[in-house]
């Protein structure tokens, strides 16, 4: 019988001490002021602080929401507090009759050894009941209320712990989650990707874009099919190269990962150049190509001043972001060297630099950026501060040797080919078993979740998981695997798995584009479900309707078939020569093309509100642009079943190809304005545009 922690009988959480209380407010996207009473508080002889967000007695609904962070740091708790609009998670409790509360989770630095990782979930646990008592007191009732905890990514696995080990909340929303073999498998591949296929995403996305061939092995060399064909079988879902066709390269927490892997497994980073097997000895995935490796000496060194300079906050506790608090920044930082022995166009990716003599000798490796002419320009480096950045560079001298090295990186982006699980329920690595290439002794992942313990899907209480079909960091199958481990415990009533098109990994209202959306409104939705569910014996949403195919997540087209919660939306045109409608038009400049989008909301998920039209001519790829996407509101026609279609008329005047856009945003109760639970979706159409 499995052990469940009960917080309130470890003897080591109980002094709590309230730090400061006081009246705080909130601001709703017009301008509406939400009051909330703000707790700090910490427990005494612990590295615990959290807070409490209560919402004024005449609003509180008897419940309360608790955010894990993917990397808690000393100050997490407060992390939260300055979120502004759709991202706002504290507002969207204070509105909805929650009070919210959040940690540090007892971390005494962002990112480092801990001996007791349970310690994550322990420290959520005496938060949450804890912060039980305080709300208690403060609305002067005796009724528990109901606690549902939340977080993706690393804060997913912290979620998982804290429903599976104990009995501090009723419900659950870990949000693309990972599976215990995941990590640092899905970033390393991740990584070995945007090695090995660029030159080729443009090649691939534009396959799979609409009007495509729908091959993305076409035009692409033989090592490139092999990689695509075996990321692919891996989990990572092809559409997700669009930032990369985009020259959007990001190695994700792989730096923040990579000190970790070779700190429990040295040896792998000498095999991987030295053993027959593994790819760096063989020279398969280009690996010696890519390595770069030489000493060079020091020109001339080149560190700005800083005086009266502050840095920014760092407030970030998103799944995409948190990990930036772990990074010193290095701007304005370079080296001058006597030479380069790299192409203009070689992969410099990961490399290290480290002094040989003089007195920066010794000091801690700091990263390359990337090299301009013979000068190397310094990146923010993990685990290594901005000051020190700065002293070790201010400590060296012309004529000092540096050397220039990321064979280490190169060889952890094919860790997770030498990291095969033995249980066969990962499917992953089917093809990859049949290699029988050599495999190291432990699966990391299993102790890199970060919270001590493996799911295994003995979860005390109701439980939604949202993933993503376009996840590049974590990968979509992790939420079929964990559905499957819930229903071997005998779990299966109490979970649902939504799956969510066209988003990436970010919980940000800035990934919106002609090509992605975010899934923001759904998580806000499934946890208000999630309390109906619990408190009221609702049921939610049945779940969505998918299959597993060769590492892919497989949805139906329709809606009705689909299931889930999120709306389904198709695009096509025509112009008045070419009546018949396409998903890739052809017109001549300044020809008229009609658009006609078409969209359906499952069963039960509410209507449509909205279809926005956008014929940027050089959409932006940078996600974090803040540009104005979807600027043409269609006018909605509803139509028989609760389906929705809108016309709009579009000329393009300048020749090329280009690409025509939707987003659908659905609402449960038909609101357009409501700010948080809008849920959206994107179609395309390929117009190719010919001259007169």
Same mark, same amino acid.
């Given at each position: 019988?499995?052990?469940?922690?009960?917080?309130?009988?470890?003897?080591?959480?109980?002094?709590?001490?309230?730090?400061?209380?006081?009246?705080?407010?909130?601001?709703?996207?017009?301008?509406?002021?939400?009051?909330?009473?703000?707790?700090?508080?910490?427990?005494?002889?612990?590295?615990?602080?959290?807070?409490?967000?209560?919402?004024?007695?005449?609003?509180?609904?008897?419940?309360?929401?608790?955010?894990?962070?993917?990397?808690?740091?000393?100050?997490?708790?407060?992390?939260?507090?300055?979120?502004?609009?759709?991202?706002?998670?504290?507002?969207?409790?204070?509105?909805?009759?929650?009070?919210?509360?959040?940690?540090?989770?007892?971390?005494?630095?962002?990112?480092?050894?801990?001996?007791?990782?349970?310690?994550?979930?322990?420290?959520?646990?005496?938060?949450?009941?804890?912060?039980?008592?305080?709300?208690?007191?403060?609305?002067?009732?005796? $009724?528990? @209320?109901?606690?549902?905890?939340?977080?993706?990514?690393?804060? #997913? !696995?912290?979620?998982?712990?804290? &429903?599976?080990? *104990?009995?501090?909340?009723?419900?659950?929303?870990?949000?693309?989650?990972?599976?215990?073999?995941?990590?640092?498998?899905?970033?390393?591949?991740?990584?070995?990707?945007?090695?090995?296929?660029?030159?080729?995403?443009?090649?691939?996305?534009?396959?799979?874009?609409?009007?495509?061939?729908?091959?993305?092995?076409?035009?692409?060399?033989?090592?490139?099919?092999?990689?695509?064909?075996?990321?692919?079988?891996?989990?990572?879902?092809?559409?997700?190269?669009?930032?990369?066709?985009?020259?959007?390269?990001?190695?994700?927490?792989?730096?923040?990962?990579?000190?970790?892997?070779?700190? $429990?497994? @040295?040896?792998?980073?000498?095999?991987?150049?030295?053993?027959? #097997? !593994?790819?760096?000895?063989?020279? &398969?995935?280009? *690996?010696?190509?890519?390595?770069?490796?030489?000493?060079?000496?020091?020109?001339?060194?080149?560190?700005?001043?800083?005086?009266?300079?502050?840095?920014?906050?760092?407030?970030?506790?998103?799944?995409?972001?948190?990990?930036?608090?772990?990074?010193?920044?290095?701007?304005?930082?370079?080296?001058?060297?006597?030479?380069?022995?790299?192409?203009?166009?070689?992969?410099?990716?990961?490399?290290?630099?480290?002094?040989?003599?003089?007195?920066?000798?010794?000091?801690?490796?700091?990263?390359?950026?990337?090299?301009?002419?013979?000068?190397?320009?310094?990146?923010?480096?993990?685990?290594?501060?901005?000051?020190?950045?700065?002293?070790?560079?201010?400590?060296?001298?012309?004529?000092?040797?540096?050397?220039?090295?990321?064979?280490?990186?190169?060889?952890?982006?094919?860790?997770?080919?030498?990291?095969?699980?033995?249980?066969?329920?990962?499917?992953?690595?089917?093809?990859?078993?049949?290699?029988?290439?050599?495999?190291?002794?432990?699966?990391?992942?299993?102790?890199?979740?970060?919270?001590?313990?493996?799911?295994?899907?003995?979860?005390?209480?109701?439980?939604?998981?949202?993933?993503?079909?376009?996840?590049?960091?974590?990968?979509?199958?992790?939420?079929?695997?964990?559905?499957?481990?819930?229903?071997?415990?005998?779990?299966?009533?109490?979970?649902?798995?939504?799956?969510?098109?066209?988003?990436?990994?970010?919980?940000?209202?800035?990934?919106?584009?002609?090509?992605?959306?975010?899934?923001?409104?759904?998580?806000?939705?499934?946890?208000?479900?999630?309390?109906?569910?619990?408190?009221?014996?609702?049921?939610?949403?049945?779940?969505?309707?998918?299959?597993?195919?060769?590492?892919?997540?497989?949805?139906?087209?329709?809606?009705?078939?689909?299931?889930?919660?999120?709306?389904?939306?198709?695009?096509?045109?025509?112009?008045?020569?070419?009546?018949?409608?396409?998903?890739?038009?052809?017109?001549?400049?300044?020809?008229?093309?009609?658009?006609?989008?078409?969209?359906?909301?499952?069963?039960?998920?509410?209507?449509?509100?909205?279809?926005?039209?956008?014929?940027?001519?050089?959409?932006?790829?940078?996600?974090?642009?803040?540009?104005?996407?979807?600027?043409?509101?269609?006018?909605?026609?509803?139509?028989?079943?609760?389906?929705?279609?809108?016309?709009?008329?579009?000329?393009?005047?300048?020749?090329?190809?280009?690409?025509?856009?939707?987003?659908?945003?659905?609402?449960?109760?038909?609101?357009?304005?409501?700010?948080?639970?809008?849920?959206?979706?994107?179609?395309?159409?390929?117009?190719?545009?010919?001259?007169?």
């Amino acid at each position: 019988m499995k052990k469940i922690y009960h917080v309130l009988e470890d003897p080591v959480y109980r002094e709590v001490v309230l730090d400061r209380e006081e009246e705080r407010t909130r601001s709703l996207p017009d301008g509406t002021a939400v009051p909330y009473h703000y707790v700090h508080a910490h427990c005494a002889g612990t590295a615990l602080k959290f807070i409490l967000c209560l919402p004024k007695k005449e609003n509180y609904g008897g419940h309360f929401l608790q955010y894990l962070s993917p990397f808690p740091g000393p100050d997490e708790e407060d992390a939260s507090m300055g979120l502004t609009g759709e991202k706002d998670r504290i507002l969207f409790a204070l509105v909805h009759g929650f009070y919210e509360v959040e940690s540090n989770m007892a971390s005494a630095s962002a990112f480092g050894s801990r001996e007791d990782n349970t310690v994550v979930w322990k420290t959520s646990a005496a938060a949450a009941e804890y912060g039980r008592q305080i709300a208690m007191r403060y609305y002067g009732t005796d $009724k528990r @209320p109901y606690g549902y905890v939340y977080g993706g990514s690393g804060g #997913g !696995y912290k979620t998982m712990a804290c &429903i599976e080990n *104990t009995d501090a909340w009723d419900g659950a929303a870990p949000y693309v989650i990972g599976s215990p073999a995941s990590l640092p498998n899905t970033i390393c591949m991740h990584v070995q990707g945007e090695r090995l296929l660029r030159g080729a995403f443009g090649t691939i996305v534009d396959a799979l874009d609409a009007g495509g061939s729908g091959d993305p092995m076409q035009g692409l060399s033989k090592e490139q099919q092999e990689g695509l064909h075996e990321l692919t079988q891996m989990g990572f879902p092809p559409r997700a190269w669009f930032l990369e066709a985009h020259g959007k390269f990001d190695a994700g927490a792989l730096p923040v990962l990579l000190p970790g892997v070779k700190a $429990k497994d @040295p040896t792998y980073f000498t095999d991987f150049w030295t053993k027959p #097997g !593994y790819e760096g000895y063989t020279g &398969i995935l280009s *690996t010696k190509r890519d390595r770069v490796l030489f000493d060079a000496k020091v020109v001339r060194i080149h560190v700005p001043d800083a005086s009266g300079a502050k840095s920014a906050p760092r407030g970030e506790n998103g799944v995409d972001d948190a990990w930036h608090k772990l990074l010193g920044s290095a701007e304005g930082c370079w080296v001058e060297l006597d030479h380069v022995p790299v192409p203009e166009d070689g992969y410099t990716d990961g490399t290290q630099i480290t002094f040989r003599d003089g007195d920066a000798a010794g000091r801690a490796p700091i990263q390359l950026a990337h090299f301009v002419g013979n000068c190397a320009l310094i990146a923010p480096s993990f685990g290594v501060s901005e000051e020190d950045i700065r002293e070790t560079l201010q400590m060296a001298a012309p004529g000092d040797l540096v050397h220039f090295d990321n064979s280490d990186y190169l060889a952890v982006q094919s860790y997770y080919r030498h990291q095969v699980p033995d249980d066969p329920a990962f499917h992953a690595w089917d093809e990859i078993r049949q290699e029988k290439i050599p495999q190291r002794d432990e699966v990391m992942g299993y102790s890199f979740t970060g919270t001590g313990t493996v799911q295994d899907g003995q979860i005390q209480g109701k439980v939604i998981v949202s993933q993503c079909l376009m996840d590049e960091s974590t990968t979509p199958w992790c939420g079929d695997w964990y559905r499957q481990t819930v229903e071997r415990a005998g779990n299966g009533a109490a979970f649902r798995l939504y799956y969510f098109d066209r988003a990436l990994h970010g919980d940000t209202n800035g990934l919106e584009t002609p090509y992605i959306t975010n899934y923001l409104g759904q998580l806000y939705q499934i946890l208000l479900d999630l309390t109906a569910w619990v408190e009221q014996g609702k049921e939610p949403l049945p779940a969505t309707n998918y299959t597993y195919e060769k590492g892919q997540i497989q949805v139906p087209q329709s809606a009705k078939e689909r299931r889930g919660m999120q709306p389904v939306v198709e695009m096509t045109g025509y112009t008045a020569r070419n009546e018949k409608e396409s998903s890739c038009v052809h017109a001549k400049v300044g020809e008229p093309i009609t658009f006609t989008a078409r969209a359906q909301v499952p069963d039960g998920a509410g209507a449509v509100t909205s279809l926005a039209f956008d014929f940027s001519e050089d959409p932006e790829a940078d996600v974090n642009a803040n540009a104005t996407y979807f600027p043409v509101e269609g006018a909605l026609q509803v139509m028989e079943g609760g389906a929705a279609q809108s016309r709009v008329t579009h000329c393009y005047e300048t020749p090329g190809t280009h690409f025509a856009a939707v987003r659908v945003m659905s609402q449960r109760d038909g609101n357009p304005k409501d700010p948080f639970t809008r849920i959206r979706n994107l179609a395309r159409v390929r117009v190719m545009v010919e001259e007169e």
